[in-house]
């Protein structure tokens, strides 16, 4: 297998990055190991590790490491070959079995039952396979994989361990010198069976390309563990119950702001693992040293000593617990991190961590106004949410209205759950006290977004017609019929492209690739004189195996339309770059730049200027299917890591990144039909926030809106969202584009509640296209223009604005490429 350069450089580049997204969960110091030599080997992600999770946001890669295989690269000799055959016999039955459930049930409810075959996942199966491999080290590599259109569920083999995995962990436990737990997941597994009892826990994650080899590096002490997690783990009776998940048509958000470690700080529930917990294979000190107040600027300044007898890097974080009035408060919120360099045994670094006071003020619904209320700011200083100490206390004496704002969202049915009593220690700590008044504030401003004014020409020239064509997806007339992201016509695998009518006016086109561990393209494709092709067999080869012949051909999913074609046939290998979560663990938004920057790379080699990444939507409930996509449950580290992949990314001319999904897309179950039911505070102070902190930082070229409704309204056909968030308060400058098949596959339904969004009402709200493209959204936008008798009647003005956008972003990323 000869790679080209440039894999060869990604490849590199992310083996020795990849350790800093592992955590070190549980450590007795009998890893690393010496030497290479035999090992027992268990486990159903040993050989069948898996690098990412399922559907449009998984990369068609050249190859990537299992665990199995980096561990032979390294030299060890794996001495249960006869254990892991024979699993993969028990797996391949079971798999079997599940694919016939799926393939019946899409047979007997035909496309409504589509995502089925891209995110449902088979739970893993009970067998009997004694372990019986020599040596006296073993590893065993408990596997979890989710996905796009199907949520995960709190039983056994799923969040659950099986019997039979408990039963083998604990048994190897017992029998070998050595023992450690891997764990390949994309998202928390309850753990509460074997937690207790073994020695040692490696949360590996998934790493994408390089995930065996990196595991075999880290395993012998090439490199080592640096990561903090990113959301809290626990048993599956602790998390908070007290909102709705995965309803079918409405989901309440009722628990509010208190959401993981605000939650569980604040009730005093003890989970397995806290929030930004992580060891490593050395120990540090943190000697606070103090902190200063600048303005509204606050810096604790903190050594970090590695006192082990290992190298290592430590993540320091530093929470602020807010004074409850008139607005209840968790115990505390993340409020600043910083992780340092690799430091030698015994070598120190002093690390300063900054944040801004208006950063944690919180919404008031009576007044739309973000407010700091009077009373003491204790700051806590330590290495995750569970260890922290009071270093200072900031004291405000006045009620401070950091930012009027307008009332956005809705409003739910019904009151925020709030706290009877606030759990932990008092809040009244013995530490320096600093004064902070209402003239130490300046009123924040707001500017409005920049449209190119050759933009602006360009679309007041252009037919109503031709208007509707830019605000949708470039199509055939025969329209796109994918649901999965393999609607472009100029780059072989890409998920859509915006349309190529214009060219000759001096429009070109953007075309996107899906993501966010990387790209998705077709691997190998062809070009004849009808266009590019697929030649990807097995691409999409989990869902064909569950279709029948007839729907993978209306899909297109081949890209040959039940054609034959016979093309020059080119390569195109895309890289696979951890999942968002891992990302989030490392604590370090410079790893999320350097993914960014391979990413960018290849967006230029392969011709893609919008990648739609980074996903950044909260960890609300452990078990939405797409968690591992998203980077975690504090808005603070998905923000920060989003802004870092930006960066990365957008370094390259040409090319930009779509944050996504905005917003509240926190579950699978119905996802084109579900209505998040959010209060206004917990939209600004959770779910938005993210979005802000991403946009702010690092200017994404593009957003993505949601499938769901927000309080009885779809995201994209929220005015408030669109235009009174992103643009007035935020001054976003970029595009807002559509989910892919909203407002088409999406359609209203005898079976759902709410209808399915479409190209009018997303049009009038102030999202600019509706993506892949169809007849379907060209047609709605010409009858609703100037009809009143419309449900979303548009005006011409509508459509020359977001035009206008579309012109101005095609325009910018062709030119910056030139």
Known sequence: MKLNEYEIRHIEKLRKLAPECMVLLKSDKSFPLETAGPVALYGNGARRTIKGGTGSGDVNVRHFTTVEEGLINAGFTITTQGWLDKYGEVWEQAHK???????????????????????????????????????????YVLARVSGEGSDRQPITGDFQLSKTEIRDI????????????????????????????????????????TTGDSFADVLLGKSYPSGKLASTWAAWEDYSQIGDFGGQDDTRYQEGIYVGYRYFDTVGKNPIFPFGYGLGYTDFDIIREGFSLRGTQVTVTAKVKNTGAFCGKEAVQMYVSIPSGKLDQPYQILAAFEKTKELEINEEQTLQLSFNMESIASYDEETAGLILEPGKYVLRLGNSSRNTKAIGIIQLEEVIEVQKLSHVGGTPDFSDWKPEAMAGEERSEDVPVVRLSKSDFNPQKQEMPFIDPEAVR??????????????????????????????????????????????EKGIPVLVMADGPAGLRLSRKYGVDEQGVYSL?????????????????????????????????????????IPIGTALAQSFNPQICQECGDIVGDEMERFGVHLWLAPALNIHRSPLCGRNFEYYSEDPLISGKMAAGITTGTQMHPGCGVTIKHFVCNNQETNRFHSNSVVSERALRDIYMKGFEIAIKEAGPYAVMSSYNLLNGEHTSQRYDLMETVLRTEWGYEGIVMSDWVSGSFAGTSDTVKYPGACASGSIQAGNDIMMPGGKIHHEDLMSSLQDAGKEYPITRANLEKCAARMISMALKLNRDRE
């Open 536 to 576: 990807d067999e097995d691409a999409f080869a989990s869902l064909y195996e569950m279709l029948p012949q007839e729907m993978i051909t209306y899909l297109n999913l081949d890209g040959k339309n039940g054609q034959e074609r016979n093309g020059t046939v080119y390569e195109q290998y895309c890289t696979a």
């Open 170 to 209: 604990l048994q190897l436990e017992k029998q070998y010198k050595r023992f450690m737990l891997v764990l390949n997941v994309g998202g928390v597994v309850d753990l509460t069976p074997v937690a207790g009892q073994v020695s040692n826990i490696l949360l590996l994650s998934q790493l994408g390309m």
């Open 458 to 503: 360009i679309a007041e020239g252009l037919t109503d017609s031709e208007l509707a064509y830019l605000c949708t997806g470039g199509f055939k007339d025969e329209g796109s019929s994918s649901v999965i992201g393999n609607a472009g016509m100029t780059v072989s695998g890409a998920a859509g492209e915006t349309t190529s009518l214009f060219l």
């Open 97 to 139: 079995e599940f694919k016939q459930a799926i393939r019946s049930k899409i047979e007997a409810e035909g496309l409504s039952a589509i995502m089925l075959g891209i995110g449902a996942v088979m739970a893993e199966p009970e067998y009997e396979i004694v372990p019986e491999g020599e040596g006296d080290t073993a590893i």
